[in-house]
């Protein structure tokens, strides 16, 4: 095959970490020439052969072995041979014989690299010995890997020469990309015995063939146990057949699997692993076995199963707490009517006087005390229903300005007693709003008597309902109270959160006006939040969706 055949008889050579040499073809004249002459042939398999044999000589042990045949090959009194920066045509590994310095010869190789092809320069205003100069690149696939050099020669350079020192070339090319595949090789096999993860060969059938010492940290069972054993020795029964099915099924296909197992140590202490597994092919795409990257997942989990068991712990109180105060809350309604009930026939002697003018006035705390009583309990009853999802929306076109008015007038006799002043607005289109009547009544009549009942005397509440940009329906109900704090805000929209406040109320409360408020409003895709700051009032927002909103879009 042209130059190459000169050197057929020399296997060595065309066995370079699997490559073979190709030269460029040259004419049949200077084949014929390369291949008669004996000397340049032994120089060239001398120097093939020392390659080969120097499997961990450093870049710069290499370009000497090349540096020494190329001033053989071509009698240059100086040479030069240099490797170049991956992806780049600058050298970073230069070695000269005869010289101190690159000096006017940098031009010559950077062209020569960059052009991909060889060189033949003379130039008598360059100072020697690189008048008299070839350039021949190192050539990795077309990309180049360095770069070989002679200058000084006491004859001109011919086709031939160039031909010799290109198959140089390419012996150095080949060496330097043995030398890159053996440390790559290298590297990665310090890699795989280091890696925290656990790594593992088979072959086709699943016997192992190699594992690394994180395997056998993780399992328990040394190299030499494990080599040749079927993986399934690290079965606990605890994974499911399905499992093992779906992976084989996925290998044979050709495909990478990825799962949990959970495995036995030797010790038969029971771990987890997640796995990925896939086929290794031969450069024919035959599956020669199987690799698997495991990594131990014990710790998370079991921090996942007690987070799932505290959660399902912690839904099983909820759900029971709920029950618990629906069932309660059933129970005391019916006494409680009775007691309301009697406590109103004797204020009002249906059945004649009572006597005592005290015995009305305590019939009278008895139906206030029980009404309030009543009014918690059923607070209690539908926040109870809303948590265990059972509380379900009665939806109808609800008039929102309707409801506003309804709310302020239902508690301005409380206001005007403490001297509040109570007032609403609307600011664009009437608006009516898809929801439950009853619930949208509550919300306003929890949120508004709240902001009354913290309401100093002399001082405001005001409603205000309005648009957004978005379209959503907005509520605001401002006073001009004590004001909370970053932490009384949470505590506020807590069940049964109770705050002192600069101006206490005239009454208890429940706790639960604002949450329930809250979880209705919520109940209805919408939003509950507050602002506020202390002595500057508080500020309860409203927010409805869109969706909900049953009027010509507004904006």
Known sequence: ???????????????????????????????????????????????????????????????????????????????????????????????????????????????????????????????????????????????????????????????????????????????????????????????????????????????????????SQATGYSREEALGQNPRVLKSGYTSPAEYQRLWSTLTAGQVWRGDFHNKRKNNELFWEAATIGPIRDRHGTVTGYVAIKDDITRRKTLEIDLLTAKEAAEDASQAKSTFLAHVSHELRTPLNAIIGFAEIMDRQLFGPVGDSHYRDYARYIGDSGRHLLALINDILDLSKVEAGRMDIVEEAVDMIAAMESACTLLRTRAEVGRVLLSANWAGPTARLRADARMIRQILLNIISNAVKFTPPEGRVTITGRFDTAGSLIIEVADTGPGMTETDLSVALAPFGQLRTVAPPTENGSGLGLPLAKSLTELHGGSLTLASQPLAGTTVTLRFPPGRVLVDNPR
Do not use: K, W
């Open 1 to 215: 095959m042209g130059v190459v055949s000169g050197l057929d008889a020399f296997p060595d050579r065309l066995n370079l970490c699997g490559d073979t040499v190709v030269s460029c073809r040259e004419s049949r004249a200077v084949e014929r020439e390369l291949a008669s002459d004996g000397a340049n042939q032994a120089e060239l398999l001398s120097c093939a052969r020392t390659l080969l044999a120097a499997d961990t000589a450093s870049p710069d042990e290499i370009a000497m072995v090349v540096l020494e045949s190329a001033r053989r090959l071509a009698a240059g009194s100086v040479a030069v041979v240099g490797q170049c920066a991956p992806g780049t045509v600058t050298l970073v590994a230069p070695v000269l014989t005869g010289t101190t310095g690159l000096g006017p010869l940098s031009p010559q190789i950077a062209r020569s690299l960059a052009e991909r092809r060889s060189l033949v320069i003379n130039d008598p205003n360059i100072p020697p010995p690189f008048d008299h100069l070839m350039v021949v690149p190192a050539l990795e696939d077309g990309i180049p890997a360095g770069i070989v050099c002679v200058a000084g020669a006491h004859r001109d350079f011919t086709n031939r020469d160039e031909a010799t020192i290109r198959l140089l070339a390419e012996l150095y090319a080949l060496a330097l990309r043995r030398r890159t595949r053996e440390a790559d090789r290298a590297a990665l096999a310090l890699a795989v015995e280091q890696a925290p993860a656990s790594i593992v060969l088979t072959d086709p059938t699943g016997a192992l063939r190699y594992v690394n010492p994180a395997f």
